[in-house]
Structures are given as structure tokens and as C-alpha cells.
């Protein structure tokens, strides 16, 4: 009775938190539309009759489908484009992503670091922002934290029935229709899960099939549908081509031009996005990606413009490898997409913070023994995969990163668990 007491305090917190975080990070800036019209159209679109289309009539694989259902469900309930409720609900979606990180350090007998962390996450200021903008940010970090929980139920053995695994299968596919990044990670964790173990428990390899079936499953009558409706097997044409070719063009700067431009990019990003230099203009995402559509009027020219990229990859390996090593640095970064939301100094007090405690508690699972180390594994491999996934062909933008911002913040509590004790004994 006293943990169903504690446990419904924890929900109670993180909601609590999480809607003051909607009130004072959501609500204090003027809502972004360009994207969030897109994806409302389709939502619209789908609960009128008129299909998976921008506008009305015509089938489109823009945008991944799998936010557009979500937003299609609450309109259904709530009313056609009711943004305040989407937005409210996205409010209530971090509070229950806060109460299953809680929940996972319970399972593993640390409920007191858990709930720290669900409360510095719901209460985050970043995922505030995001629970007032109609795109995919806060529920593809909704979707991390359950399929972050659900492994570490898996790992932890307590989920090793087989629904488990159908549920992460189901719960991967579904993902990747809201983020088609997301796609590899199911056989990704089976990798690095295989390769850590020492021994196999039974039925290991039948669970393992369930779940890449259950996925399968889950994404197979969507590609199927977009095939019938355009004859390409594919889950979105979204703007892979515009990224690659921004890509493309910078691996075939110079060294000195490279770092040139990561210097301006970081400039820019510390001083709030202003200040941008004539020349970061120009190999940046919105001037690029516009050259990309003058270049490309028609698929003929565009499958051309494919091939030529990756020439570029080909014929330049050392300034390709160092591109995507900015790459990397700007997914780590977090830029000044709340510059309107937050204070320039608060946002770079956050970022220090998130990342000094992500420093600690790597350093902790290296030095330290005991259980909870897996769960810091089970972290550490979902910042890794995003990080393998977008840096060596996206052109990153960095809020690409911020839906995984929690596990720098998990690191962190984990870190302090182990710090605590050497063998990661200590319990609440």
C-alpha cells in the first residue's frame, strides 16, 4: 500500500510539474507554424475523408505519418485543430514520461534518484517549449522514455515474457512512423544486447523474432500503402535529399572553411542566433536546401543530384569524416531554437548542467561496479544510436537532439547511485 501511495504521489508530482512547465516555457512563446500547419493539415485531412494529403486530394509521404494519427485522435476527440487541447495533452504526456523514468529506477530499487530525475525532467525547460509547438519533439521523447523503460524491464528480466518483446516491437515500429530515424534501433539494441551478454536466457532468440516480426507488423501496411499509392517502398520522402545535399556541399570545403564554419556556427549559437555571418548563410540548411529545389525541379534531376553526392562522399573521405564529425558536435549542442523562451543565460546554465551531469555519470559507470550499470548501458546506447543514425549523412539540426536530452539527465542520477556506493548497493 505504501508504494501504490508513493507511486501515485510520483504521477501526481511529475503531472504537477510538468503542467507548470507548459505554463511558464510553453506558454510564453508566440507558437511556430510552418511545420505544425503541415502536420495539422494531415491530421485534419485524415478525421474529414479526404486521406493522407496536404491538400485534400492528393496522397503525400512529406512527413512521417505517425504524428499526424496522434494529432488525428485528438481532434476526433476534442475537435478539428483544437491546438490548446493537443498542446495540453502534450503537457500531460511529459508528466507520465517523468513517472516512467521514476518507475524504472524503482524497478531497480532506486525510486529516490528516480524521482529526482522525473522531476528534472518533466520539468525541463526545453520540453516545456515543445509541449506548446505541434510537431514531433515531446512525443518522440514521450516514445523514447517508454521504449527506454521497456528495455530496461527487458534487460532487468523482469520482462522477459514474450509480450514484452511484442510490446517493444510494436512500440519500434510505431516510432519509426513518427521519427523514420528511429528505424535501425530495434536491431541495433539486439546487437549490442547479443554482443554484451556472456550467456543467453531461454528463449531468447524466438523473443527476439517477436519482436522484429511485431515491427514489421507495425510498418509493413503503411510502406505497402505508400507503394500503392506511389510505387516506391518507403515510410516518408520528408527532406533526406535536401539533407544530403547540404552534406554533400560542405565535404567538399576545404579544411580551414570547415572549421571556419563551425566556429561561426558555435559563435552564433552562444550568442542567442543572432549575428549570423554572410558566409554561415550560405552552407547552412535554409539557403542550401532552397539551392537544392532550384537544382532539382523534377525527380530526373534529382536522382542525379543523388549520385553526385555521394561522389562528393567518395572523392573527399577526410573532409567528408571531418563534416561529420561537426556533425556530431552540432547534435550535441544545444542551439538557439528557445531563444525566445528562454533566457540566453538560463539556456546556457541548463546546457552545462545536462552535460556536466552526463560527464559525471559516465565517468561513474566506468569506475564504478554493480547492477544499475546496465540501465547507464541501456542510456548510453540510445544517445549512441542517435548520434551513429544522423551524423555521418544528416545535415543536423540541433534539436534533432533534444527528445534526447533525458538520458544526459539519467546518466547523471545513475552516476550519482553508483558514486554512492561501489557496488551500487545503496537503497532508498
Request: charged fraction near 15%; hydrophobic fraction near 45%.
Amino acid at each position: 500500500m505504501n508504494e501504490r501511495i508513493r507511486d501515485l504521489g510520483a504521477l501526481v508530482l511529475c503531472v504537477g510539474v510538468s503542467i507548470a512547465n507548459f505554463l511558464i516555457f510553453g506558454l510564453n512563446h508566440i507558437r511556430s507554424w510552418k511545420d505544425a500547419q503541415q502536420y495539422s493539415t494531415f491530421a485534419s485531412n485524415l478525421i474529414s475523408g479526404h486521406g493522407y494529403s496536404l491538400d485534400g486530394s492528393t496522397f503525400s509521404t512529406f512527413r512521417e505519418p505517425g504524428y499526424p494519427f496522434f494529432l488525428a485522435v485528438l481532434y476526433r476527440i476534442f475537435g478539428n485543430e483544437n491546438i490548446l487541447a493537443v498542446c495540453f495533452i502534450q503537457s500531460l504526456l511529459l508528466g507520465v514520461l517523468g513517472f516512467l523514468i521514476y518507475k524504472t529506477f524503482e524497478d531497480w530499487g532506486y525510486w529516490k534518484y528516480g524521482l529526482a530525475a522525473a522531476l528534472c525532467i518533466s520539468g525541463l525547460p526545453f520540453y516545456g517549449f515543445y509541449t506548446n509547438e505541434v510537431v514531433t519533439e515531446l512525443f518522440y521523447a514521450f516514445l523514447l522514455g517508454v521504449t527506454f523503460f521497456i528495455c530496461a524491464r527487458i534487460a532487468q528480466r523482469r520482462g522477459s515474457a514474450w509480450y514484452w518483446f511484442m510490446f517493444l516491437g510494436a512500440l519500434c515500429g510505431y516510432t519509426s512512423l513518427v521519427r523514420f530515424q528511429f528505424v535501425l534501433f530495434l536491431p541495433f539494441i539486439i546487437v549490442v544486447s547479443l554482443l554484451l551478454r556472456r550467456s543467453y536466457p531461454p528463449n531468447t532468440f524466438r523473443n527476439i523474432l517477436i519482436a522484429c516480426v511485431t515491427a514489421m507488423i507495425i510498418i509493413g501496411p503503411w510502406v505497402l500503402y505508400v507503394h500503392k499509392e506511389t510505387g516506391k517502398f518507403t515510410v516518408t520522402d520528408g527532406r533526406q535529399e535536401e539533407s544530403l545535399y547540404a552534406r554533400a556541399v560542405r565535404a567538399q570545403l576545404s579544411y580551414s572553411d570547415l572549421t571556419r564554419y563551425l566556429k561561426e556556427w558555435v559563435v552564433r549559437s552562444i550568442s542567442g542566433g543572432t549575428g549570423e555571418t554572410e558566409f554561415l548563410y550560405r552552407y547552412e540548411f535554409k539557403y542550401l536546401y532552397s539551392e537544392y529545389h532550384r537544382l532539382a525541379p523534377d525527380d530526373t534531376s534529382a536522382k542525379k543530384i543523388q549520385q553526385e553526392d555521394i561522389h562528393a562522399f567518395i572523392t573527399h573521405p577526410g573532409t567528408y569524416l571531418y563534416s561529420t564529425l561537426i556533425e556530431a558536435i552540432k547534435l550535441a549542442y544545444i542551439e538557439h531554437d528557445y531563444s525566445d523562451s528562454t533566457n540566453r543565460y538560463l539556456r546556457a546554465s541548463i546546457y552545462v548542467l545536462i552535460y556536466a551531469l552526463f560527464v559525471f555519470g559516465f565517468i561513474s559507470l566506468v569506475l564504478k561496479r554493480g547492477e544499475l550499470r546496465l540501465l547507464g548501458c541501456i542510456a548510453l546506447t540510445m544517445l549512441t544510436y542517435n548520434f551513429l543514425v544522423l551524423s555521418p549523412f544528416a545535415d543536423v539540426i540541433p534539436r534533432l537532439n533534444t527528445p534526447y536530452l533525458m538520458f544526459y539527465i539519467i546518466m547523471g542520477f545513475i552516476g550519482a547511485a553508483l558514486f554512492r556506493s561501489d557496488y551500487g548497493r545503496l537503497r532508498a
